[in-house]
């Protein structure tokens, strides 16, 4: 009996020892239903942004937390005093709430509250103008976003993000994260901050010249603001587009929606929104020289934020404004009043970022030590998980051990000395074992040791490539830049044009920044030569092709005196075959182009064409022609079919089309073509129009149809009318 008792002792110890052990890592969570509605009161409040309602409440609700020992209440606390230093614009308060929260919830591995601090530090930074820091804070709370995380949270990251990169002019990670939010609203119906993320989408199109794409965001944007009834959105949206549709001509649309922007902002009473939409009705007045009511919104405008500390910029604006119709006016006393005015402000906003930037580069040293410290609590915490659990395995194997010797001790006496023997040696094996173990868990600590160094150097080595990425990026960037301006200086200006010609117009729109499509003109005695091209491919290898092209045009005219356009395609066709193919040990490759070319004979009125896979359109008489010329392109290994001439009789008044394949091939958002039938109406409809009339026909067309759809190949399309006189 005496021995059967001890063995239940010890049994129980063993049970006892084991839960207070493995017990260390669990945290009590005790129920939370007798102050939830603490929490719902607390957080009512700071979402209708009346903190000082919310912050007694949030002192009882931390109280009674720190009573039940409830870990996610505290945290929860922390948060809740954090927004309200926020909403006070307390923004290094608030920053040390949400550190003291974050360290609390990567103790309890909590990611939701983890990605909930670090979106709100995002925001607390974004409020003292630090975009590295608030940059860096979004991107970590997307590491740890959860399918269970809040869509709101996860719509505010995306788009804040989006923006901080367009700032950065990094468009496509910003057009990424734009696609992600415009898509988690779809996908879950929330409105929240769609109209702003559509805003958002339009100044990143404009930013890259896209202004259709912009007027689409702009629009959307519209709808879903008039669905919430913002009218101090829908005003400025009116007035962004209003300035939009005056940038491609198109006025009367510029007129009808800078009309709205004014009654929607009257309505709304926002100063901010009336202001912006009294600078934009001002600015588009005085670009039409209607400078009474140009003068009049931008008094308007300055009694509205001259009074403000937070409209500086817009101030400046309105000032040099007025400074410049007061100049217009010959009111030279006014105008320099108005800019001494703008002069004062400017100055005190220089001072003001003299300070911020004194501000921000304590708030960086601020900001780094705050890093260092939460990557040595993040250690700290890892090696003390690790420690525990070593601890903790430790202890229950040396429990198992003193079991082990216990039953070993009472079978020795109970056993004979045979017995006594075969224990023994049983002891030892045990023993060996025990060893290999020790030595088992020390070689795994170095193993573990030794793959935090490679991870740390890795990451070194990829904070390092990303960097030289982004220099390569730039210095490409910079070099495309460099190749548009050769080709944009090569191109014969439209005023130009127009001296020599008489009416004309010119359709010019890159796909990418530089084009694969150009046109090109010369006089000679025979009269005029015009010509369009479309080199193979988009982009830069186009563009290279396009400037050779160019160049050998101007060769072949004007310093060997070729003017036959057969004979101008037929050693067009041998030169960039010599120029860009094989040349000794190196394969260049075959590059061709397809091209228009005519020549005007207005002594004779005669039309001369000859074409290399392309088509030309003559309107004269109520009748289209269309002369497509040679299959073959210029430059390429097609053989047996040579350029011919086409000669015409020419009327006073017939219009001549050249275009590349781009307009016609341009597609809608159901992935199908203009075409060339739908193209041939059009230019039927032009009869009777001037050219600018034609142009800009031709552009609201061309836009109609391609909707939100991107541009699909680059557009070259020159409009001549024949001046026969």
């Known amino acids: 009996m005496g021995m059967r008792n001890l063995l239940i002792l010890l049994v129980l110890a063993l049970v006892l020892c084991s839960e207070s052990v493995l ?36 002192k009882d609700f931390e109280q009674t937390a720190v009573a039940l020992r409830d ?52 925001l607390a ?15 970590q709370a997307m590491d740890f976003f959860t399918p269970n995380a809040s869509v709101r949270e996860v719509l505010t990251t995306y788009r804040n993000v989006g923006t901080l990169y367009k700032e950065q002019e990094q468009y496509s990670e910003a057009r990424e994260l734009y696609q992600k939010a415009l898509a988690l609203h779809q996908k879950t119906g929330i409105t929240y901050g769609e109209s702003q993320l559509y805003q958002e989408m339009a100044d990143l199109e404009c930013r890259q010249n896209r202004r259709a794409a912009a007027m689409v965001c702009l629009y959307k944007s519209l709808q879903v603001s008039d ?79 001259r009074d403000t500390d937070y409209q500086n910029g817009l101030c400046i604006q309105l000032l040099d404004l007025l400074g410049a119709i007061a100049s217009v006016r010959g009111d030279f006393p006014s105008a320099l009043q108005y800019a001494d005015r703008a002069g004062e402000i400017r100055t005190q906003m220089l001072e003001h970022r003299k300070s911020a930037e004194f501000a921000q580069k304590e708030l960086d040293n601020e900001f780094q030590l705050r890093q260092e410290e939460t990557l040595i609590r993040q250690q700290d915490h890892a090696m003390q998980l ?85 220099q390569n990026t730039q210095s490409v960037h910079t070099n495309i830049d460099y190749v548009r301006n050769i080709q944009r200086s090569l191109l014969v200006r439209e005023h130009d044009l127009s001296q020599q010609l008489g009416e004309c117009f010119v359709l010019y729109w890159p796909r990418d920044v530089v084009s694969g499509d150009f046109y090109w003109y010369t006089s000679t005695d025979e009269g005029h030569i015009l010509a369009v091209a479309d080199c193979a491919g988009h982009g830069v290898p186009g563009a290279l092709v396009s400037l050779i092209g160019n160049i050998l045009l101007s060769k ?83 053989t047996g079919y040579d350029f011919r001439n086409t000669d015409l009789p020419l009327e006073d008044g017939a219009m001549l089309y050249l275009t590349s394949d781009g307009y016609a091939d341009q597609l809608n958002a159901d992935n199908r073509k203009l075409g060339r039938n739908t193209f041939s109406l059009l230019l039927e409809s032009l009869d009777g129009m001037t050219a600018l009339e034609q142009s800009r026909f031709l552009q609201v067309k061309f836009m109609e149809h391609q909707g939100n759809a991107e541009q699909t190949d680059d557009v070259c399309l020159l409009g001549v009318r024949v001046k026969l006189a």
């Open 386 to 470: 690790a420690a525990d659990s070593v601890r903790t395995r430790f202890l229950v194997l040396a429990l198992s051990v003193l079991i082990f010797f216990t039953l070993v001790g009472i079978i020795l006496m109970r056993a004979k000395v045979l017995q006594e023997l075969r224990t023994n040696h049983e002891l030892e094996v045990k023993a060996e074992k025990l060893r290999n173990l020790t030595q088992g868990l020390q070689l795994q600590k170095r193993d573990l040791e030794v793959q935090q160094d490679e991870i740390n150097q890795n990451n070194r080595l990829l904070l390092e490539s990303q960097k030289l990425i982004r």
């Open 227 to 305: 669905v919430l009834r913002t009218d101090s959105l829908s005003g400025i949206l009116h007035s962004e587009l209003a300035v939009l549709y005056q940038d491609v001509g198109l006025r009367e649309y510029s007129e009808l929606h800078i009309r709205m922007a004014l009654v929607e902002a009257d309505r709304s009473g926002a100063v901010d929104s009336r202001a912006h939409v009294y600078l934009r009705a001002a600015q588009l007045s005085k670009a039409w020289g209607q400078i009474d009511s140009a003068e009049r919104y931008a008094q308007r405008g300055l009694a509205l934020v």
């Open 556 to 638: 072949i005219v004007k310093e060997w005196h070729i003017t036959d356009p057969a004979a101008i395609l037929c050693r067009l066709h041998d030169q960039l075959r010599s120029y860009l193919s094989t040349r000794g040990d190196s394969y260049v490759g075959y590059y061709s182009m397809d091209i228009s070319l005519v020549k005007i004979d207005c002594a004779h009125r005669r039309l001369t064409h000859s074409g290399a896979s392309d088509t030309m359109y003559l309107r004269q008489g109520g009748k289209t022609l269309k002369l497509r010329g040679s299959i073959k392109s210029v430059g390429s290994v097609v």
């Open 125 to 139: 930074y974004q409020q003292q103008d630090y975009s590295v820091a608030s940059l860096y804070a979004f991107r």
């Open 71 to 122: 870990t996610t209440g505290l945290i929860d606390a922390s948060i809740a005093r954090g927004y309200a230093a926020y909403l006070l614009r307390k923004s290094v308060e608030a920053l040390d709430y949400y550190d003291h929260a974050l360290r609390m919830a990567y103790r309890r591995d909590d990611s939701i509250h983890i990605s909930r601090c670090y979106v709100l530090k995002a």
């Open 23 to 58: 017990g260390q890592s669990v945290s009590l969570a005790p129920g939370r239903l007798p102050y939830y509605h603490l929490l719902d009161s607390f957080t009512y409040y700071l979402e209708m942004e009346r903190p000082l309602a919310a912050l007694p409440i949030i």
